[in-house]
């Protein structure tokens, strides 16, 4: 099916551990996103790309890297994960006249 | 900078019931409004959309007026199901090129049987 595909979808790290959120897309879209979840706070940007070779900062970018490796793919790292980066990561993609489509989830929890 | 409030939750009702979820926007210009909604265990989807003032969403049932004099973008639904329990997501898009979508903090539905 066409969408957006998120790996792992559930993840523990300890404080200081690093990991790599993959995303990819097979919809021919530009722009990709990185959004987290949590509770009470709906969902705030991290990251985006608008095309291929640029990415730029959302909200709440601090603790947190990006590659957009090429049209499809757009991973997001965190290098020494803390407790606060515990959440629900989301990624997304849009075309001009197309919404936002999302995958299904990274579970993260970091202890 | 541009923003939506929804009306916190969780809200909860019986079958049938009918359901009104407020949503307020503060944007220069003439957004893009949208609802989303988000079912246990996955990602958002896109529920309905409107473009420009006046416009009237709908989908599966459910519907939301694009109202520039209130700044508003109310969700309802006449009758709602077990099935329709979620989290719901109002959220805009801005009037310039940028695709980014501000969304609000969502709003828990729960209907029982």
């Known amino acids: 099916n066409a969408g957006v595909t998120q790996t792992p979808k559930f993840q523990v790290l300890k404080t200081g551990q690093s990991m790599t959120l993959q995303c990819a897309q097979d919809m021919n879209h530009n722009s990709m996103y990185w959004y987290r979840q949590d509770p009470g706070m709906g969902l705030r940007l991290i990251y985006y790309s608008a095309s291929e070779g640029t990415t730029d900062k959302g909200e709440v970018p601090n603790g947190y890297n990006v590659s957009r490796l090429n049209k499809r793919e757009f991973s997001l790292r965190l290098e020494s994960a803390a407790p606060s980066q515990t959440s629900v990561y989301f990624c997304?993609?849009?075309?001009?006249?197309?919404?936002?489509?999302f995958g299904n989830g990274t579970r993260l929890t970091v202890t | 900078g541009d923003s939506v409030t929804q009306m916190e939750g969780p809200v909860t009702l019986s079958e049938e019931a009918f359901l009104t979820i407020n949503c307020t926007y503060t944007?220069?210009?003439?957004?893009?409004l949208f609802w989303y909604v988000q079912y246990p265990g996955e990602g958002l989807q896109l529920l309905l959309k409107a473009t420009k003032a006046d416009d009237k969403g709908s989908n599966k049932g459910f519907e939301a007026t694009y109202r520039k004099e209130t700044t508003s973008f109310h969700l309802e639904k006449g009758s709602v199901q077990v099935s329709d329990s979620a989290v719901y997501f109002c959220?805009?898009?801005?009037?310039?090129?940028?695709?980014?979508?501000?969304f609000g903090k969502g709003t828990k539905l729960t209907v029982n049987p």
């Open positions: 997304a993609s849009s075309g001009p006249n197309s919404p936002l489509h």
């Open positions: 959220a805009l898009k801005g009037q310039g090129g940028s695709e980014k979508l501000v």
């Open positions: 944007a220069t210009g003439y957004p893009s």
